[in-house]
Nanobody
Framework: QVQLVESGGGLVQPGGALRLSCAAS????????IAWFRQAPGKEREGVSC????????YYADSVKGRFTISRDNAKRTIYLQINNLKPEDTAVYYC???????????????????WGQGTQVTVSS
């Protein structure tokens, strides 16, 4: 069974930080690429970051470079997204997604992704 469960979202003031988690089932954790996407109200879903199965490569959207860090803990089968210096425009539902054959490369956001989590809400507001 493939499962991806996000957590860690919440209401944060601008400039604050959050760490999102994506807990993966054994099968999902062995997919080639796991990525984070986000979707703000009234906007299209956008890719945020991806990390390869090996952890050796990661990519970020230009809008989040320098503030977001993706990582994976193999022992916990969890992928993390550390978000620093949060901005109101980061407000969105954040999803993790797993792709079996897709490499984590510069066009990771094109997909296709095989499985998606249910999402976790991040709201940045004072």
């Amino acid at each position: 069974q493939v499962q991806l469960v996000e957590s860690g979202g919440g209401l944060v003031q601008p400039g604050g930080a959050l760490r999102l988690s994506c807990a993966a089932s054994v099968l999902a954790f062995n997919f080639g690429t796991i990525a984070w996407f986000r979707q703000a109200p009234g906007k299209e879903r956008e890719g945020v970051s991806c990390i390869a199965k090996s952890g050796g490569s990661a990519y970020y959207a230009d809008s989040v470079k320098g503030r977001f860090t993706i990582s994976r803990d193999n022992a916990k089968r969890t992928i993390y997204l550390q978000i620093n210096n949060l901005k109101p425009e980061d407000t969105a539902v954040y999803y993790c997604a797993a792709a079996w054959r897709l490499p984590c490369s510069s066009d990771y956001d094109r997909g296709p992704y095989d499985y998606w989590g249910q999402g976790t809400q991040v709201t940045v507001s004072s």
